[in-house]
């Protein structure tokens, strides 16, 4: 059994959602099989929220994207960097990084970022050279960084393209981007 913990700034989501703390969450179905989630703890200001699941070996956790002959090895849970954006207040750099590099130690190594999400795509590259400095050289073949971007409506050239391709690819600190998407 693992254990997932979740700090959020308010009263935990899942008393509201589901009633009283401490009761089963049942009807979380992964290969046919139902888990049980067990929610903890809370307060009315910020919420630590525990979360018991079975989780698979971590070797399991990754898939390959096919699209023709192009292929993309990606962990099945992503990384949402939206909260980098700032609307939850002041990002503190260091503790994201290091947040980052927990998940990526513990099997979770891929991270689904935008143009328009703050400083996200700074921070990913921060942390891909903190992997290639203190980690062994195969985790760096499998964390990926997955971008979006969000151009404004009007003509779009494909100079215009690739120039706002070369400001991720500068932020994120990779010779090419993983994936991008227009948003």
């Given at each position: 059994m693992t254990t997932i913990h979740a700090v959020i700034p308010g009263p935990c989501p899942w008393r509201l959602s589901f009633g009283i703390v401490g009761t089963p969450l049942v009807g979380i179905v992964k290969d046919g099989k139902k888990l049980q989630a067990q929610r903890r703890r809370w307060?009315?200001?910020?919420?630590?929220?525990?979360l018991n699941v079975e989780i698979a070996p971590a070797t399991e956790w990754r898939t390959v994207v096919e699209h023709g002959d192009d292929k993309l090895d990606i962990c099945r849970v992503l990384n949402g960097m939206w909260q980098t954006s700032g609307g939850w207040g002041k990002i503190d750099?260091?503790?994201?990084?290091?947040?980052?590099?927990?998940y990526a130690d513990n099997g979770f190594t891929t991270f689904d970022m935008a143009d328009h999400y703050g400083p996200a795509e700074d921070l990913?590259?921060?942390?891909?050279n903190r992997v290639r400095r203190e980690r062994p050289p195969e985790m760096v073949e499998t964390v990926r960084g997955l971008t979006k971007w969000v151009p404004p409506p009007g003509k779009m050239t494909g100079a215009y393209v690739r120039d706002n391709i070369e400001i991720s690819r500068k932020r994120m600190n990779v010779k090419s981007l993983d994936m991008l998407q227009f948003h």
């Open positions: 307060n009315t200001k910020a919420s630590r929220c525990q750099r260091n503790n994201a990084v290091e947040s980052m590099l927990r990913y590259g921060i942390f891909i």
